[in-house]
């Protein structure tokens, strides 16, 4: 086996695949014809090899398939989703930090101490609200403007706004006045309140409302 003929005739004798393809698609008939060695192309197409391939396919795209390109759906108009009439169910936080519906005795509680926006949920004996929401005025907002499902999350994110400024830092965690030697300090400050405190209240659900 003193040439590649020889290595290549000794190869075939031993069972060898000569129609096997490397992963750019090309057989050995193919590798032969583009080193220009004949002999060696013709004792592999005498051995069965596949003949040489287009080098300029790969394995997987041989015969081009025409593409049917699908014409793109027409799009669909932009709407401001802020002023688009939507039904509204009144809940309440429970224990546990979850919302569910009003009870009739919460709503008739809600009723006496908000009777403009009750009058909204209200309804006749067949469940048709006596007042639309739609009489509401839907106030103009930016379109980058977040929105939040529960108002939890907009203290939140006030919150954190807030925890940025450079300033800010003397109100990150309660005053610690005994190490300020500052004793009167809680008999001067009724009622001391940080962003640390306000973000676990938060968090546990602690605040009714806003």
């Known amino acids: 086996m003193h040439n590649k003929y020889e290595m290549l005739k000794f190869l075939i004798d031993k069972g060898s695949d000569v129609s096997k393809e490397d992963k750019k698609g090309l057989n050995p008939a193919t590798v032969a014809k583009k080193l220009n060695k004949e002999e060696m192309l013709t004792l592999l197409l005498e051995s069965g090899a596949a003949p040489p391939s287009d080098p300029r396919r790969s394995k997987d795209n041989r015969r081009p398939v025409k593409q049917v390109v699908a014409a793109p759906p027409e799009p669909k108009p932009i709407e401001n989703e802020r002023k688009i009439p939507r039904r509204y169910m009144l809940t309440k936080l429970r224990e546990g930090g979850f919302y569910s519906p009003m009870t009739?005795?919460?709503?008739?509680?809600?009723?006496?101490?908000?009777?403009?926006?009750?009058?909204?949920?209200?309804?006749?004996?067949?469940?048709?609200?006596?007042?639309?929401?739609?009489?509401?005025?839907?106030?103009?907002?930016?379109?980058?403007?977040?929105?939040?499902?529960?108002?939890?999350k907009a203290a939140q994110r006030l919150l954190t706004t807030l925890q940025r400024n450079q300033k800010a830092y003397i109100f990150a965690h309660p005053v610690d006045y005994k190490k300020l030697k500052i004793e009167d300090y809680p008999n001067i400050v009724k009622n001391p309140m940080d962003f640390s405190t306000v973000k676990t209240k938060l968090k546990e659900h602690k605040y009714a409302r806003i």
Do not use: C, M
């Open 104 to 152: 009739d005795l919460e709503f008739a509680e809600f009723k006496r101490t908000n009777p403009e926006l009750a009058k909204y949920f209200e309804t006749d004996d067949d469940g048709e609200v006596l007042h639309s929401i739609n009489e509401l005025s839907v106030p103009e907002v930016p379109e980058s403007a977040p929105i939040f499902d529960q108002w939890e």
